[in-house]
């Protein structure tokens, strides 16, 4: 586990440290889920989930009983985390509450860290390639300032992805991602369609007014560090755990 991607500025990493950005290893569970799975919907033993999720928890100094956890559905709604628990179909998990961290999760799609300490809001963030196409990202900065943030004061942090040289898309699909983000437009190793998500997100949170955007760049097809859908079909699921600090 990390407290922030690889490029995190130095001058402003007080405010991470409760901020936790995990890949696969570190936890209890066995074969394709091996081992630190935080997904409950992908076929995992329960038993091992909580003890997975329970271990993140501690990371962010908070018991399991205060996380709030999205479910994704691939699209921008928001919900505004006001308690632990399970949030269901929603990509952006909004937060005021220094005690309580919303979760995000991937396994190739980004997992994002946003923060306005000065607001004391915070978000995370799921952006796939349907969520570029739907301006998840633009959407989370929305999200925020609705809760008192302001754009320009908000720091993102981009979890790892799947590369554009690994993520071979349709035709359709690049065009359709491109025209919510041009830089999205992207093509495989081979030539073939691809979608660069880092790119694509980082130009949609500027659009929306972000300055202070960073990323881990590693590719999580390419890499054994982080369950990939992509690469595996049945995996896990890593993600990022996000905490206001104390401060806020």
Request: glycine share 8%; hydrophobic share 45%.
């Amino acid at each position: 586990m990390t407290a922030a991607p690889r490029g995190q500025s130095p001058a402003r990493s007080d405010q991470w440290h409760r901020v936790v950005f995990t890949g696969r290893s570190g936890g209890v569970s066995t074969g394709a889920f091996a081992s630190l799975n935080l997904g409950d919907h992908v076929g995992d033993d329960p038993a091992a989930v909580t003890a997975n999720r329970a271990t993140l928890a501690a990371f962010a100094g908070l018991p399991t009983d205060r996380l709030a956890v999205m479910k994704a559905a691939h699209g921008r709604d928001s919900a505004v985390a006001d308690r632990p628990g399970t949030y269901e179909d929603v990509d952006i998990l909004v937060t005021r509450d220094p005690d309580l961290a919303v979760v995000a999760l991937a396994a190739d799609c980004v997992p994002m860290a946003l923060l306005d300490p000065g607001a004391g809001v915070a978000a995370a963030v799921h952006s796939g390639w349907r969520g570029v196409a739907a301006d998840a990202a633009g959407a989370a900065v929305a999200a925020m300032v609705a809760q008192g943030a302001q754009p320009e004061r908000i720091s993102a942090r981009l979890g790892a992805a799947i590369c554009p040289a690994c993520y071979e898309v349709s035709e359709d699909v690049r065009h359709d991602v491109a025209a919510s983000a041009p830089d999205a437009f992207a093509v495989t190793r081979s030539g073939r369609p691809a979608v660069a998500l880092h790119p694509a997100v980082r130009q949609q949170l500027r659009r929306a007014g972000v300055t202070e955007i960073t990323a881990d760049p590693t590719c999580t097809f390419e890499s054994q560090a982080f369950f990939s859908h992509r690469r595996d079909g049945v995996t896990g699921r890593h993600g990022v755990v996000v905490r206001l600090p104390e401060s806020a």
